[in-house]
């Protein structure tokens, strides 16, 4: 399978110039902070924090590359403000997926060839780096536009992976379609009301929002681990902690992330209007979050101060089970 994505070439050199690795024609990986840091001994992922995630032994990844929300607070690049439409990314000759989950852990493997001479590196570490046990699809787009995610998920799983898939929740069709789960499903949650995510989503399709209200309802039922995302912006987002319990109620995550927005990357954007001040900070997190929990009966469980994320469980016994029991 040729690397030679189905996309604008502008694109596609900025994209490759922040680190992104193609795979076959709309798929990527890009070796996350977090997998550098831990190879030197540095931070880990606040999923490992809570979860268990290695973060040395994770493949960040994206199984396509268009998404229909243009989030004020993501770090991504976003095709329109670089004049480029949304649906120029979108794709119909579909890769193979065991091709793309082949390509996706090789494309890894070739960028940690890199770090064989660095010093500061575990060598244990990079040589369990070399054997991943971990796949996420969060890297950039809307992986549920790729139809064949069933296929995709399975394919990882064939080879003892676990599967992090996460979605913004506007393609409540393609998550009835889901019948292989992953390992734990996000849906990101931008807003506590229509107004707000109108605002900090800035949808490019119509009834969005109703889409995402829809999506929450299947969510509720799915057999798998469930996560809430949220990403806060002081004085946007960061409001009405009741509205975001009343989505919890709806959804019934078994976990939420309450996490502080980051002023880097594409939200750094002139035309975004944010700005460093617009951070929460520690406590902000902590307090907001101890709100929602108060609002929603859900419960604090843990706190990551490296990425300013605090996590709610939605009673003792699922609290006590967030370490995930990998396979290898």
């Known amino acids: 399978m040729e690397n030679k994505p189905n996309i604008p070439k502008a694109l596609e050199t900025m994209m490759k110039r922040q680190g992104y690795h193609f795979v076959g024609r709309h798929s990527a990986v890009k070796l996350c902070n977090y997998t550098t840091s831990s190879l030197k001994g540095g931070h880990t992922c606040y999923k490992n924090q809570f979860y268990g995630i290695r973060s040395w032994r994770c493949v960040q990844s994206a199984p396509t590359l268009g998404c229909d929300l243009s989030c004020v607070f993501c770090w991504r690049i976003i095709p329109e403000e670089k004049g480029i439409k949304w649906n120029e990314l979108n794709f119909t000759g579909w890769d193979d997926p065991e091709e ?47 139809p064949k995610m069933n296929e995709l998920i399975e394919a990882f799983k064939k080879r003892k992976m676990s599967v992090f898939l996460v979605t913004n929740g506007t393609l409540p069709e393609a998550l009835k379609k889901l019948k292989v789960m992953p390992t734990q499903l996000y849906v990101s949650v931008q807003a506590p009301n229509k107004e707000v995510y109108e605002k900090v989503a800035r949808p ?106 605090a996590l709610l469980s939605r009673d003792e016994e699922v609290a006590s089970k967030r370490l995930i029991e990998f396979e290898k």
């Open 100 to 146: 793309i989950a082949e390509g996706l852990i090789n494309e890894q493997k070739k960028i940690l060839t890199g770090y064989k001479g660095n010093e500061k590196v575990d060598k244990k570490r990079l040589e369990e780096a070399n054997d991943p046990a971990h796949v996420t699809f969060s890297l950039t787009g809307e992986p549920l536009f790729y």
């Open 204 to 309: 490019k399709i119509k009834n969005a929002w109703e889409n995402f209200l829809e999506f929450l309802d299947i969510f509720s039922t799915l057999n798998t681990r469930r996560v809430f995302r949220l990403t806060l912006i002081r004085g946007l987002n960061m409001v009405d902690p009741k509205g975001y319990a009343e989505l919890i109620k709806r959804g019934k995550p078994d976990y939420v992330e309450v996490k502080g927005f980051v002023y880097v990357g594409g939200a750094r954007g002139e035309q975004r209007g944010l700005s460093y001040s617009l951070m929460p900070k520690k406590e902000e997190i902590i307090d907001f979050a101890n709100q929602m929990a108060k609002e929603s009966g859900y419960m604090f469980t843990d706190y990551h101060e490296h990425s300013n994320v």
